[in-house]
């Protein structure tokens, strides 16, 4: 690419949401942006916002135009599918914007709370890839009382038909009378594997929702909600799986 071919790297940055064109030149100027993996200091600098990998301390920061990420909170009764040729109700009936998008990972129809929804397939595929190890975060509601050892139990892993499973976090998040919410934080993503664990260690799962996905947190989000990631989040998702 020749000097007059491109973008200004500034008005790149600018446009992916990092902020204004003088704060983008600060950026660069401090040495914090990355393209291609080489440090640029040159105010000048032309890019390919389709083709270059831009970073910025550290974190990627997508530059293509068409590329988007949302995350929905997956209400109970739905499943968790673009769309169900069964009738019922699916994603799609939550989702109201004009792309084409993956859904990363699932949650059973009795399972509400955070999926994230993207057009990029590479992240999609990393962020389910058992490889990566990418962490989720659940609340359960399930009926006590329990006992204290039972976070070491689960940190310990239990042995399934499919073969071991273990919590990487575990801990009492609220309690009411027999009524108790734990967190529990995996990094596999096997079928109905946080109720098939809990059940194991004798207690089956009433109610429950994940409410992170890596380093994206549910929120406030409301059942049926939805709303495109921040520059942030997208960048701390692809840094999470190496991109």
Do not use: W
Request: with cysteine.
């Amino acid at each position: 690419m020749t000097d007059n071919e491109g973008v200004r790297l500034q008005k790149v940055l600018a446009e992916a949401g990092i902020g204004s064109r003088r704060h983008c030149e600060e950026l660069i100027g401090e040495g914090r942006v990355t393209v291609d993996g080489k440090r640029v200091f040159r105010f000048g600098e032309r890019v390919d916002p389709q083709r270059a990998v831009i970073h910025v301390d550290g974190k990627r920061v997508e530059t293509r135009a068409e590329m988007r990420y949302y995350m929905i909170n997956k209400p109970r009764g739905v499943v968790s599918t673009m769309s169900d040729e069964r009738g019922r109700k699916s994603l799609e009936d939550y989702v109201d914007v004009p792309e084409r998008l993956f859904h990363v990972g699932r949650l059973d129809t009795d399972t509400e709370g955070l999926i994230l929804l993207t057009n990029d397939g590479e992240l999609a595929h990393r962020l389910t890839h058992p490889s990566y190890g990418v962490f989720k975060t659940y609340l359960a509601e399930i009926h006590g009382p329990i006992p204290r050892d039972l976070g070491k139990r689960l940190r310990a892993g239990v042995t399934l038909d499919d073969g071991p499973a273990k919590a990487d976090k575990f801990r009492v998040f609220d309690q009411v009378g027999r009524r108790v919410l734990v967190e529990i934080t995996l990094h596999e993503g096997r079928k109905h594997i946080v109720r098939r664990l809990l059940k194991e260690v004798g207690f089956p799962v009433q109610q429950l929702a994940r409410i992170e996905f890596g380093p994206i947190k549910l929120g406030q989000l409301k059942p049926g909600g939805m709303r495109a990631l921040t520059v942030q989040e997208i960048g701390e998702l692809y840094q999470v799986v190496g991109l």
